[in-house]
Nanobody, 112 residues
Framework: QVQLVESGGGLVQAGGSLRLACTAS????????MNWFRQPPGKQRELVAD???????DYADSVKGRFTISRDNAKMTGYLQMNNLKPEDSAVYYC??????WGQGTQITISS
């Protein structure tokens, strides 16, 4: 069974940067699109960014120009580079493979 393990969360000041990583345990990583979602406290989970198997990215309007999604199929790892972070970016961030395999989530807290 494929599992996704996320890393890179934490606490950072507004304006700072973080990079999340999502590593798959199985070889199917390269054949599915990958997504990053987030769930702020008391709110619904929302799509932040996704990337096709060919590497074409797409972003939510709220993060365009600040976040960059990428993937390294050889390493079976996806990334979310987050720059110019804002307090409203605080949430639990989840990676997903194909929309049906999910990571455990990692907490991001941005202090003002």
């Amino acid at each position: 069974q494929v599992q996704l393990v996320e890393s890179g969360g934490g606490l950072v000041q507004a304006g700072g940067s973080l990079r999340l990583a999502c590593t798959a345990s199985g070889s199917i990583f390269s054949i599915y699109p990958m997504n990053w979602f987030r769930q702020p406290p008391g709110k619904q989970r929302e799509l932040v960014a996704d990337i096709t198997t060919a590497g074409r990215p797409d972003y939510a309007d709220s993060v365009k120009g600040r976040f960059t999604i990428s993937r390294d199929n050889a390493k079976m790892t996806g990334y979310l580079q987050m720059n110019n972070l804002k307090p409203e970016d605080s949430a639990v961030y989840y990676c997903s493979l194909g929309g049906f395999i999910w990571g455990q989530g990692t907490q991001i807290t941005i202090s003002s």
